[in-house]
């Protein structure tokens, strides 16, 4: 059965509204997009759906009591909040860089949790 979608696409500041026909796990039409580039960001959109994690860890011993992390590559959509809970209780020890990872393959997914901001240790 065909059915019908409309994304929008955020590739580019123009945030096309796509209007995307499909059936099972192919797009068979797509309308209302400026560029080329929606066809890639509207099928990941639909068959494989990823958010990147974005939150802040305790550090314990730094001079600031927090480090923003995230994860290295988007994580399937249905799985962020379950991230989010297995992050829970985790304190990173000073000091931090930029770049480190701080949690090894997240929920077994192959995507690593890094920091993005230095914390000196105090």
Do not use: W
Not at 27 to 43: E, M
Not at 44 to 66: C, N
Not at 90 to 103: E, F, M, N, Q, S
Not at 108 to 117: K, N, S
């Amino acid at each position: 059965m065909i059915e019908q979608a409309t994304i929008v696409c955020v590739v580019c500041p123009v945030s096309c509204a796509v209007l995307v026909e499909f059936e099972g796990d192919g797009i068979i039409k797509t309308d209302h997009n400026q560029c080329k580039l929606a066809l890639d960001y509207v099928t990941d959109e639909l068959f494989d759906p990823r958010r990147t994690l974005t939150t802040s860890l305790p550090v314990d011993g730094g001079k600031a009591p927090l480090v923003s992390v995230k994860t290295a590559q988007g994580l399937p959509k249905d799985d962020v909040l379950s991230a989010m809970q297995s992050l829970s209780g985790i304190h990173v020890t000073a000091p931090v860089h930029i770049g480190d990872v701080i949690v090894e393959d997240v929920l077994g997914t192959g995507i690593h949790l890094v920091a993005t901001r230095n914390v000196e240790a105090a």
